[in-house]
């Protein structure tokens, strides 16, 4: 970078206003910054700004209505939604603290990113408002993931999401003389290349350096028995069971796309989505997209948990609990609670999850059971998906909490930020280098990325 380094902006990253300022308008960012500073010259009602990653058509409508229902009830008060990246929001966050141009809400981020940035003293509390939509309406220990070391809540759930189901399809396991989804690693395999033929390819596995390699990946290390680090956060990923997964990993590269050495969330999901490939691997977006880009496959797709090394060792859902977080310097922050908090109202978090049936699962307990919500169509024609998928989602985990008896990992967010787990997989499955130097070499940066 030259001799001159910049100021380190407050997410460890160099960072300077004028940086920050160009890094917000090439996400987009910055258009919504004018309109707060500078169209607001004639409109003299307050303004707050929602981000989220989450933005598909149908929710925005969704939150369109959202936000015109909290606006017609508080008309000193306007709302303007901002969306965000899956990818790019660690440096989208670091340059809005960086400008001192932060949102008011943020949804739809993972846990363990919501726990680092609390923990960097840049989110407020939220336990206002758990309080105000009543936290006897949440899934028993639906907050627990969110709850710090002071006591507090960084964030709370705004929905559950079972990242990693093993999707298939039943029209072409029975064309292959397969009576029943795999749930061994060797049973996929087996499928995965009896169903490879006539241009369709038996997986969408990611191998791109990107998040969503990293994520995936940590799933199948636990899938073969093991972990990233320890339950005291000590590292622990060189073992047999990362090993296993990077062999499976490789065995199922020939069943994969070309194009899968840059798939990410949306390559992933095309694939399969398109009938590209016989199975794939992605939550419960899978149902809308195909009912409106591939209906004639509709009936023939399903669901269950991602196979694993061997029938002994359990399922492992990666539930990325997505969460609604308030930035630290969040300006009007009463206005920004009650926003928060209306956010859950049962008709329009209803009409919410609606717009991702399957994909975004309630985390209220009252909406779950809600004959509105069940009635969807896509939930009703995928009843026992969805079921699994919310069961699953529930008790699922991430890098921030690999199991129920591991310690909060808040430098999970700059771990896959860095890719490091996503550089691994690249290493042995495309470059083709000895398993054992790299799975030594990614436990070095990352016991480094610990002790930054």
Not at 83 to 105: C, H, L, R, W
Not at 146 to 175: E, P, Q, S
Not at 248 to 276: I, K
Not at 355 to 369: E, I, K, Q, S, Y
């Amino acid at each position: 970078m030259g001799a001159t380094q910049p100021e380190r902006g407050p997410l460890g990253q160099h960072i300077t206003r004028r940086s920050a300022l160009r890094l917000l308008a090439a996400t987009g960012a910055a258009t919504a910054v004018g309109l707060t500073a500078g169209c607001g010259s004639d409109d003299k009602r307050t303004t707050l700004r929602w981000w989220s990653p989450q933005a598909a058509p149908d929710q925005l409508r969704v939150y369109k209505a959202q936000i015109a229902a909290f606006e017609a009830a508080n008309p000193a008060i306007r709302v303007v939604f901002e969306p965000t990246s899956d990818e790019g929001y660690p440096a989208q966050f670091a340059a809005a603290f960086a400008a001192k141009q932060v949102p008011n809400i943020v949804t739809h981020l993972p846990s363990f990113a919501a726990q680092n940035y609390y923990a960097e003293g840049l989110l407020e509390p939220v336990d206002d408002v758990i309080a105000a939509v009543g936290a006897d309406q949440y899934f028993p220990g639906a907050n627990d993931v969110y709850r710090t070391a002071d006591g507090h809540y960084c964030a709370t759930g705004i929905g559950n999401t079972a990242v990693d189901m093993f999707w298939y399809r039943k029209d072409l396991l029975a064309a292959a003389g397969i009576a029943a989804p795999p749930a061994t690693w060797d049973e996929l395999r087996s499928a995965a290349q009896k169903m490879q033929r006539g241009g369709v390819y038996g997986a969408a596995l990611p191998y791109g350096m990107n998040a969503m390699t990293s994520l995936i990946f940590i799933g199948f290390i636990h899938r073969a028995g093991g972990r990233v680090f320890t339950p005291d956060l000590e590292v622990g990923i060189d073992a047999q069971a990362t090993y296993d997964a990077l062999e499976f990993f490789r065995s199922m590269w020939e069943f994969c796309p070309s194009g899968a050495s840059n798939f990410s969330w949306g390559e992933s999901l095309t694939a399969f989505v398109s009938g590209s490939t016989a199975t794939g691997i992605y939550g419960g977006r899978v149902l809308a997209n195909v009912a409106a880009q591939n209906p004639a496959i509709a009936d023939a797709i399903s669901c269950t948990t991602y196979p694993t090394l061997s029938r002994d060792i359990p399922a492992w859902t990666f539930n990325d609990f997505p969460c609604l977080l308030i930035p630290k310097g969040a300006p009007n922050l009463a206005e920004t609670k009650a926003f928060a908090a209306s956010l859950y109202q049962t008709e329009l978090y209803v009409q919410q999850l609606h717009a991702a049936p399957g994909h975004v699962l309630p985390v209220l307990r009252t909406v779950a059971a809600d004959p509105t919500y069940l009635a969807n169509p896509l939930i009703a024609k995928y009843a026992g998906e969805v079921d699994l998928m919310t069961r699953t989602a529930a008790a699922g985990h991430n890098l921030g909490q690999e199991t129920a008896a591991h310690k909060p990992n808040l430098k999970a967010n700059e771990i896959i930020a860095s890719n490091t787990i996503a550089e691994l997989v690249q290493r042995v499955v495309l470059n083709k280098e000895n398993p054992r130097t790299s799975v030594a070499a990614t436990a070095k940066k990352l016991a480094e990325l610990m002790r930054a």
